[in-house]
C-alpha cells in the first residue's frame, strides 16, 4: 500500500539536544511538508519542499532544519535552539499541481524530558 | 485577519441531526478548497474536496461561495462516530506559494446518542 510513514511514534528530548523525525512516502510525490500542532490549534507549516535538494521555509521555522536529498524523504531536525518543542508533528505530501490535496503520516509527539 | 477562518465550536448535536459548518478565506485568488477530518490525537485525513460549485459525498455536501469566499459541510444524519474536528483548508494560489495550503482551526463536532 502506498502511503506516509513517520517515526518514530512518540519521541523524548533532552535540554539542548537536536533530534530527528523521519517522514517517507512512497505515493511518488514531489511536494512534502512538515508542520506542527498544539493542543486545540490548527496546524502551522514548518518547512515545505516542492522538488528534491530545495525547500523553503515556513511561518515557523526557527528551530527546525530539513534535508531533501531523496524524493522520498524529507527528515526534520528539531534543534536546541527551538525553545518549546513539545507538540504532535505532521509530515503530508502531495504532487506538485496546487489543486491536489495533502495526505498525512501518523504524526509523531514529541516531548522534553 | 486570518486567511482561513471557522468557529471552534464544540457543536453538539443529538445524533440523526443535520449540522453545518462554515469556514471563510481571505484570499479571492484560492482556487482549490478541502475538508478533512480528524480525530483526537491522530493525523488530518482528507473527507472532501471542494474544486467548483459544491461536491456532495453520501451524508456529506460541501459548497463554495466565491462572491461571500465561504465554504460550507453540512452533514446529514449524524452518526456518533462523525463526532470529530473538521478543518478547512484553502490553496491560495493568488500568493505566489505554490501548493502550499492553509489550515483553518477546526470545528469541533460532538454528536451524542
Known amino acids: 500500500d502506498g502511503g506516509i510513514t513517520q517515526s518514530p511514534k512518540y519521541l523524548f528530548r533532552k535540554e539542548g539536544q537536536n533530534v530527528t523525525l523521519s517522514c517517507e512516502q512512497n505515493l511518488n510525490h514531489d511536494a512534502m511538508y512538515w508542520y506542527r500542532q498544539d493542543p486545540g490549534q490548527g496546524l502551522r507549516l514548518i518547512y515545505y519542499s516542492q522538488i528534491v535538494n530545495d525547500f523553503q521555509k515556513g511561518d515557523i521555522a526557527e528551530g527546525y532544519s530539513v534535508s531533501r536529498e531523496k524524493k522520498e524523504s524529507f527528515p526534520l531536525t528539531v534543534t536546541s535552539a527551538q525553545k518549546n518543542p513539545t507538540a504532535f508533528y505532521l509530515c503530508?505530501?502531495?504532487?506538485?499541481?496546487?489543486?491536489?490535496?495533502?495526505?498525512f503520516g501518523d504524526g509523531t509527539r514529541l516531548s522534553i524530558l | 485577519r486570518k486567511e482561513v477562518e471557522q468557529d471552534p465550536g464544540p457543536f453538539n448535536v443529538p445524533e440523526g441531526a443535520t449540522v453545518a459548518f462554515n469556514c471563510t478565506y481571505s484570499?479571492?485568488?484560492?482556487?482549490?478548497f478541502f475538508w478533512y477530518r480528524q480525530d483526537c490525537r491522530k493525523e488530518p485525513k482528507l473527507l472532501m474536496s471542494v474544486y467548483s460549485s459544491g461536491n456532495e459525498d453520501g451524508r456529506f455536501t460541501a459548497q463554495l461561495n466565491r462572491a461571500s469566499q465561504y465554504i460550507s459541510l453540512l452533514i446529514r444524519d449524524s452518526k456518533l462516530s462523525d463526532s470529530a474536528t473538521y478543518l478547512c483548508v484553502v490553496n491560495p494560489l493568488g500568493n505566489g506559494y505554490g501548493n502550499k495550503l492553509v489550515f483553518g482551526a477546526g470545528t469541533i463536532l460532538r454528536v451524542k446518542s
Open positions: 484570499n479571492s485568488a484560492s482556487q482549490s
Open positions: 503530508a505530501s502531495t504532487d506538485r499541481d496546487g489543486n491536489q490535496p495533502q495526505h
